[in-house]
């Protein structure tokens, strides 16, 4: 179907040590936003925290550095434009796929009954924390590419999971989910059963050879690095799933777990 691009509400406000909320229409397909930011010094830096609220509950939550990160390992342009300035894409389609329908499946369908359970996505928001450090009069404006509602119900939904940890040595370690940072080797296990095993360097070739473009400091598991949108991690019916990896020296690693699932409660 046909995209639009068009202008969100205004949020509630836009100020330092504050959140700035964006309520979104209901009753379009939400293919991605894109944030634009201006002020003094204005940076993705200076957003410590996005969420993205569905049916009031948090879907996907990162900071805009992060955020930015992540669009340039996809291979999309950094958000900054200027030294008070920036454009951050926030996607829901999964970007670089072969086809179309499998760079659309995650597209939020709002307001789209599933008739055999009654759910619907009925609301949608975007709150954006802004740190002390922003200086000067800041606005930020929110965009939307979209296209018409599918029926059917909410589809897949996009997730994004955001955990610290503190590791104190070099190590072995298990973990539960996606990692960031000073790894080595990496293995993901499902009823210990090894998926996925790979050195980091020979990680980054791989995805290098495929569409993607792997980011300083970072460390991505992309089961899409090749544009095959069908190929996730299935946990549906597992009693165990975890990464096992191997550490340089002490460190706290910011991870991030993408998950694709039906609609929450």
């Known amino acids: 179907m046909s995209r639009i ?83 951050l894409v926030i996607p829901f389609d999964r970007y670089g796929m072969l086809t179309k329908d499998a760079e659309e499946a995650t597209a939020l369908n709002t307001g789209s009954v599933d008739p055999s359970n009654g759910k619907s996505i009925s609301s949608l928001s975007l709150e954006v924390d802004i740190g002390a450090g922003a200086t000067g009069t800041l606005s930020l404006t929110l965009y939307a590419t979209q296209s018409e509602r599918l029926d059917g119900g909410a589809g897949l939904v996009p997730y994004i999971q955001k955990v610290s940890t503190d590791f104190t040595s070099a190590d072995n370690y298990d973990i539960p989910d996606m990692p960031r940072g000073g790894t080595s080797n990496l293995v993901v296990e499902a009823d210990n059963y090894k998926l996925y095993e790979r050195t980091n360097a020979l990680n980054e070739r791989l995805q290098r050879d495929g569409i993607r473009v792997p980011q300083a400091g970072w460390v991505v598991i992309d089961r899409t690095e090749h544009g095959y949108g069908g190929d996730p991690f299935d946990l549906r019916g597992l009693s165990d799933f975890r990464l096992k990896f191997t550490t340089s020296g002490a460190l706290t690693l910011k991870r991030y777990g993408h998950f694709l699932g039906g609609l929450a409660d």
């Open 5 to 87: 691009d068009t202008k969100m509400p205004a949020p509630n406000g836009v100020a330092a040590s504050s959140t700035s909320t964006f309520k979104l229409p209901i009753g379009r397909r939400y293919h991605g936003l894109q944030l634009i930011g201006s002020g003094t010094a204005f940076v993705p830096a200076d957003l410590t925290e996005i969420r993205v609220l569905v049916n009031e509950k948090v879907i996907q939550r990162f900071s805009g550095d992060d955020r930015d990160a992540m669009n340039q390992f996809f291979g999309r342009d950094a958000a900054s434009i200027d030294a008070g300035s920036f454009i």
